[in-house]
């Protein structure tokens, strides 16, 4: 049985140190990885939460199912643009649950998505790269990164001494797979409908991870890995 990570484990995650070099990487993963932000009614028929397509709105860059997720996204962008909201909203009808949504200016938008994908690109080529760079300070921060955005995102879960997220894109199951080998902690990806699982079997190495991402890592001292603005 697969349970949830708790709110004070997300808290945690949530309150790492912000590596400004890294910060963008970070909102573009949690982006890849939670579910396309839209204007969903605010009763239904108990479907919790609602699925199929939605109406995206404008302005929303993403939506979360934790408030901690949102901050830390909210923050993220701080070095963007001044004008970042989180809104919480409850939907649903018989089941009640909430989202919340990051809202930024709708003529600022453009722009920032074309940041978040840029640091999305450079995370992925900073995060494969091959050969000595591996064991740089910088790509280990990445990776801790890549592995807190996803936690915060509210998909995975932990069962007995193991972790499993599920995801449905397959370059954020690759890049999280590469991530763990990078921070050196054992992992398997299987494919199962609908998307992957990327699981942590080792109650050591899970634990290791946990305490890794929640921490954070040292500032990158090398070159930044998003563009100044």
């Known amino acids: 049985m697969i349970r949830r990570l708790d709110d004070a484990l997300r808290s945690d995650l949530a309150a790492a140190p912000v590596d400004r070099r890294l910060a963008l990487f970070e909102a573009a993963t949690m982006s890849r990885c939670a579910t396309a932000p839209s204007e969903r009614p605010s009763r239904g028929r108990g479907t919790d939460p609602p699925s199929g397509p939605a109406r995206r709105t404008p302005g929303v860059l993403v939506e979360l199912s934790s408030r901690a997720a949102a901050?830390?996204?909210?923050?993220?962008?701080?070095?963007?643009?001044?004008?970042?909201?989180?809104r919480d909203r409850q939907l649903g009808w018989r089941h009640?649950?909430?989202?919340?949504?990051?809202?930024?200016?709708?003529?600022?938008?453009?722009?920032?998505?074309?940041?978040?994908?840029?640091?999305?690109?450079?995370?992925?080529?900073?995060?494969?790269?091959?050969?000595?760079?591996?064991s740089e300070p910088r790509q280990a921060a990445a990776a801790a990164a890549a592995w807190r955005s996803v936690l915060l995102v509210g998909g995975p879960g932990r069962g007995a001494g193991c972790l499993r997220?599920?995801?449905?894109?397959?370059?954020?199951?690759?890049?999280?797979?590469?991530?763990?080998?990078?921070?050196?902690?054992?992992?398997?990806t299987v494919r199962r409908p609908g998307?992957?699982?990327?699981?942590?079997?080792?109650?050591?190495?899970?634990?290791?991870?946990?305490?890794?991402?929640?921490?954070?890592?040292?500032?990158?001292?090398?070159?930044a890995l998003v563009p100044a603005v």
């Open 165 to 188: 997220v599920r995801l449905a894109d397959a370059s954020a199951a690759d890049l999280l797979a590469r991530a763990a080998v990078i921070l050196g902690v054992p992992v398997r």
């Open 96 to 134: 009640a649950y909430e989202v919340h949504q990051v809202l930024v200016p709708v003529r600022e938008e453009p722009r920032i998505l074309n940041r978040l994908a840029r640091a999305w690109q450079s995370g992925v080529t900073l995060l494969t790269a091959a050969g000595p760079v591996a």
């Open 71 to 86: 901050q830390r996204y909210r923050v993220a962008l701080c070095g963007l643009t001044t004008d970042v909201e989180v």
């Open 195 to 223: 998307g992957y699982l990327v699981i942590v079997d080792d109650p050591v190495a899970v634990a290791r991870l946990l305490a890794g991402v929640s921490a954070g890592l040292p500032e990158t001292p090398a070159a």
